[in-house]
């Protein structure tokens, strides 16, 4: 009897965090070789629109370690739609700690920090099919230490 409910309560537990994120259309983390990010690294990203009357949001998830030299953070995404084309481009400004405090932001364990930026909101694609999201450092240290890793989120938006 036991065994039946601990089965019944781990179902109920996974069925319930599953439908909690239910807005998640696509989302990847890609961790950085030895937590430094070359400015030739660009971190690709695909994912695939099937709905193109929903609006999205796309997120930017960074992480980092309480030795990143600077307050904030400049990235440029570079968004590729199915036939190829580029359809957008756009330089980001993300602020990683207050930058008069210095106290680190996101949400921290340790010495480590997530963040999550929303970097493109309410965007609509106009075809169905593979879209690849191209997401490079713009700061002048190159390669810039302490960034553990990059990733891109896109949600369906509220409407």
Same mark, same amino acid.
């Given at each position: 009897m036991n065994r039946l409910l601990t089965v019944v309560v781990l179902l109920c537990l996974s069925?319930?965090?599953? /439908?909690? !994120?239910?807005?998640?259309?696509?989302?990847?983390?890609? !961790?950085?070789?030895?937590?430094?990010?070359?400015?030739?690294?660009?971190?690709?990203?695909?994912?695939?629109?099937? !709905?193109?009357?929903?609006?999205?949001?796309?997120?930017?998830?960074?992480?980092?370690?309480?030795?990143?030299?600077?307050?904030?953070?400049?990235?440029?995404?570079?968004?590729?739609?199915? !036939?190829?084309?580029?359809? /957008? /481009?756009?330089?980001?400004?993300?602020y990683l700690m207050d930058p008069k405090t210095g106290e680190p932001r996101g949400n921290g364990a340790g010495d480590i920090f997530d963040h999550q930026f929303r970097a493109l909101k309410s965007v609509k694609f106009a075809k169905p099919g593979q879209y690849k999201l191209k997401v490079s450092q713009y700061m002048r240290q190159d390669p810039l230490p302490s960034i553990m890793a990059i990733g891109v989120r896109v949600e369906k938006a509220a409407q």
């Open positions: 069925w319930t965090l599953g /439908s909690c !994120d239910a807005n998640r259309v696509y989302e990847e983390n890609q !961790d950085l070789p030895n937590n430094h990010w070359p400015v030739k690294l660009t971190p690709t990203f695909t994912f695939e629109i099937t !709905d193109t009357t929903q609006q999205y949001n796309v997120f930017f998830n960074v992480r980092n370690t309480i030795g990143y030299q600077f307050y904030n953070l400049y990235l440029r995404h570079y968004l590729v739609g199915p !036939d190829g084309k580029q359809i /957008s /481009s756009a330089l980001h400004e993300m």
